[in-house]
């Protein structure tokens, strides 16, 4: 690829959980940094309101209705990219998930898909089964690294295979989970990432912290005392100034929520917590948001 061709950047919004805002905050979020061009590309069941600078498309036909591929451990309308023609082949494509926060430059995530052809995702557990994965393979051969799909980088040529199977086994698990073999019931009751995951495991792999990162692992800790302590350490600082991308995970984290939080209110999400000392992220859910 040369640098003229443009990245491809997908997303997917469904329902009224998102309004159009979020897509049009990352829409600018990404043109404001970038520089390779990009093309914005949105699966949806609404058009309302999305900034025309992004290509609208919707649902596939997957064989089943919508309703029932939403809220299984995150929506499996994720199937959707990785449908044969539904995107342009041989280029970088970056999805992104719509609660999340740009502040760098996606060329990083591509960069990272040049050096090493593969699926990237975000860190999710800490073992990094990924990086020795022939290893684990010829131990376990049905052993996946389970990352989070939040964000990804990935060629679509390479996984279109994800889709192919979906539209065989899914049907099948819809209709008597029990004729499925027990691993792929087990992937169809968890959901996207765990199928994404599975699909990936010989040649999955996990964006450098630097790149792109959950929030919870960069500004959270299970102490409040650990993450005030991360708040100031040089290096930590050094690298979250060079994050293109921060994904915000469960229900306490979302935007909405954020964008109301004050410098030093302690947030909790599961056994992670930290103390509000981030005027940037408030400030940047504020003008995707509109809030003040």
Avoid at 97 to 121: F, I, N
Avoid at 173 to 188: A, I, K, S, V
Avoid at 221 to 246: E, G, H, S, T, Y
Wanted: aromatic share 12%; glycine share 8%; hydrophobic share 40%.
């Amino acid at each position: 690829m040369n640098d003229d061709t443009p990245v491809q950047i997908v997303f997917v919004k469904w329902g009224t959980k998102f309004g159009p805002e979020y897509v049009n905050g990352l829409v600018d979020g990404v043109a404001a940094h970038a520089s390779l061009p990009v093309t914005f590309i949105c699966f949806t069941d609404s058009a309302d309101g999305i900034d025309p600078r992004v290509q609208i498309r919707p649902f596939p036909d997957l064989g089943v209705p919508v309703a029932t591929m939403t809220g299984r451990g995150g929506s499996l309308l994720k199937m959707s990219m990785f449908l044969r023609g539904q995107l342009a082949t041989g280029v970088p494509t970056i999805y992104i998930d719509l609660d999340s926060s740009v502040s760098g430059d996606v060329a990083r995530l591509v960069e990272c898909l040049r050096k090493r052809r593969g699926l990237y995702m975000l860190q999710r557990h800490l073992v990094p089964h990924w990086r020795f994965s022939g290893l684990v393979h010829r131990i376990d051969p049905e052993r996946y690294y389970l990352g989070n799909t939040a964000v990804m980088a990935f060629y679509v040529e390479d996984w279109h295979g994800i889709t192919d199977r979906f539209l065989v086994d899914f049907p099948r698990y819809l209709e008597n989970p029990g004729q499925l073999p027990d691993l792929l019931r087990h992937l169809y009751d968890e959901g996207n990432e765990k199928i994404i995951s599975h699909a990936a495991r010989h040649v999955s792999r996990v964006f450098p912290r630097d790149v792109a990162i959950k929030f919870t692992q960069e500004y959270m800790a299970p102490m409040l005392w650990l993450a005030q302590l991360k708040d100031r350490l040089p290096w930590v600082r050094a690298r979250r100034a060079r994050q293109a991308i921060i994904s915000y995970q469960g229900e306490e984290l979302k935007p909405k929520e954020l964008v109301n939080a004050r410098m030093g209110d302690v947030i909790h999400y599961k056994h992670y917590k930290t103390r509000w000392n981030y005027p940037h992220l408030t400030r940047y859910w504020q003008a995707v948001l509109g809030k003040s």
